[in-house]
């Protein structure tokens, strides 16, 4: 007889990212990158995907009609102390999940691979910092820590927009208030949830997930009312998220848009994690925007140019900035990346410049 909660603990066990359950397969863990069946168990069937739906809905009336109206349900559940992000759909009119586990303990940001200058433009009064990444890239723990890390650190009031809150965390220095965003829960939208933020005396809005312009208004209000904003995006690179930004507009309000990021963004963070050669662990590449004048002149042009950003970003290394190139070659000289997985990750005609600077790094290296 199948037991979700027997294939929640091998995935603890194995120190799963994710586990998959469809009809046909065994239950299926993603292990750094990896997807790994379970042996030991029997291919899911049809009923056992509607058991584990009522282990995962627990008598919800409200999750119930909003799954089988939306065709889609985003929740989380607990097993012992270990929090769990569920994804309920559909396949072939059958309930499948993918479910990730959210550790209870967060890693120290010097473990992280990123450099201290993220840590250091957190402690601007006001302003938007933006993680930025695509899915699986680790943005969720970036976030995290630097909450952590504000919260551990400084006397501020920091709310959190998130669906669903994932980490808990308990306020020390700081006061934390954690919301969880959707229907029925402690806000119905991201948008609702920042507009409602400048009446709760907040110094630092965090929110999960910018989606859209209306939201990415709401954030740019808070910014511009003396507050400090970190959000994330969905985009693989630094100059793509500005661009992202950017078309959220019509043509005609671009210009406002782009005087009003040129001024109030400090900090663009891009990261993608990679299966370390090596190791059985996952390496953080980091791309590293600190907005600074030239990169201001740069977003305010009239004609956005995603190549002139990456070189820009590539040329302001003494400014803190962190080009892709830059950080691939640093990594794979450190050893911690083939030359295979970081040509894998840019495109041919920067192949050059790649190898320039891995030349030069050897070089100082070697000195």
Sequence with gaps: MLSIENIIKEAIRKDASDIHLMKGVKPILRINRS??????????????????????IRGNVEKDKIYKI?????TSIAYDDIRIRVNCSFSDDIPI??????????????????????????????????VTGKTNSGKSTTLN???????????????????????????????????????????????????????????????????????????IDMAESGHLVIGTLHTKSCAETIDRIIN????RDQPAIKNLLSTLLKLVVSQRLLKSPTQDKLVLVPEIMVVDNTISACIRKEKFNISEIEDTIQGNLDKGSIGLINSLANLYVSGKLTLEQVKSQIEEKNYETLNRTIMQLNLKKNF
């Design 248 to 251: 959220f507009y019509e043509v």
């Design 70 to 74: 939306e065709r889609k349900l985003d």
């Design 97 to 130: 999940f993918t479910m990730r586990l959210i550790k209870n303990e967060l890693p120290k940001y010097e473990d992280l691979g990123l450099p201290e200058i993220v840590k250091t433009v957190i402690y601007q009064p006001q302003g938007v910092i933006l």
């Design 35 to 56: 997807l790994v069946e379970i042996s030991n168990e029997e291919p899911l069937e049809e009923g056992d995907l509607y058991d584990i739906y009522d282990y995962i």
């Design 145 to 219: 820590c630097l909450i952590d890390d504000i919260n551990r650190k400084q006397n501020k009031k920091i709310l959190t927009l998130e669906s669903p809150v994932e980490y808990k965390h308990t306020s020390k220095k700081s006061i934390i208030v954690q919301k969880e965003v959707g229907p029925g829960k402690d806000s119905l939208t991201f948008y609702e949830g920042a507009k409602n933020a400048l009446r709760e005396d907040c110094d630092i809005l965090v929110i999960g997930e910018i989606r859209d312009k209306t939201t990415m208004e709401a954030a």
